[in-house]
Every structure is written in structure tokens, then in C-alpha cells.
């Protein structure tokens, strides 16, 4: 599987950005997918995730009610929707699936997962 993300750029604070991520090499209709961002000098930290067959998602408390992942399986994309960004959200946004999976379950953990994009920048000023 290869992903390939997009979307990020520069905005203002309180502004809002999508971030796409397609795969490539198979459908994904049954991999867990997620997002991670990081920063200069810091690890990896999760931001959301979705299970296969959409529904229930998971946030971390930093970009809850502000971020919504989303997923359209019959294009392979993952989406990130970004509303109210803050300066603290300023980092490159990875995604990630692992899968194919039996179960529908929800992986917040970098380890969970095996297959990343090649990152976005997203840069958001004060």
C-alpha cells in the first residue's frame, strides 16, 4: 500500500484545511487508517483514527471537536478536516493504515501501524 498525502499549507489562526491521503496498490476498505503529526525534534503524536467501515473515530483531547477524520473508500482517501487551527497545530501530518484486518478496531499507536505517507506540511500563524 502507498499513501500519498496532501493539502497542508499556510494559515492563519482560526482558519481551516483538509488534508487528503489516497492509497494506492490496494483497496483499503478494511484497514484501520489514522493521522500523526510531528514537530522539529519531538516523536511522532497521534491525532485521530477511524476503523474500517467507518463510524467511530478517536481523537486525541488536543484537536477534539476541532478536527474530523473521514473516509471514502471507493477512492482510497482518508481526509483530515481541520477547523480553528491554532499555532500549536503547526506540524508535518502523516498518514497511516495497517490492515487488511478481521476486526474493526481502533489503533492510536504509531507501532499499529505499517504503511505512511510521505507527510504534509501544515504551518498555522499567530
Known amino acids: 500500500v502507498q499513501l500519498q498525502a496532501s493539502g497542508g499549507g499556510l494559515v492563519q489562526a482560526g482558519g481551516s484545511l483538509r488534508l487528503s491521503c489516497a492509497a494506492s496498490g490496494r483497496t483499503f476498505s478494511t484497514y484501520a487508517l489514522a493521522w500523526f503529526r510531528q514537530t522539529p525534534g519531538e516523536e511522532r503524536e497521534f491525532v485521530a483514527a477511524m476503523r474500517w467501515s467507518g463510524g467511530r473515530a478517536y481523537y486525541a483531547d488536543s484537536v477534539k471537536g476541532r478536527f474530523t477524520i473521514s473516509r471514502d473508500d471507493a477512492k482510497n482517501t482518508v481526509y483530515l478536516q481541520m477547523y480553528s487551527l491554532k499555532p500549536e497545530d503547526t506540524a508535518v501530518y502523516y498518514c497511516?493504515?495497517?490492515?487488511?484486518?478481521?476486526?474493526?478496531?481502533?489503533?492510536?499507536?504509531?507501532?499499529?501501524?505499517?504503511?505512511w505517507g510521505q507527510g504534509t506540511q501544515v504551518t498555522v500563524s499567530s
Open positions: 497511516a493504515a495497517e490492515g487488511p484486518l478481521a476486526t474493526m478496531t481502533i489503533r492510536i499507536h504509531e507501532y499499529e501501524y505499517r504503511y
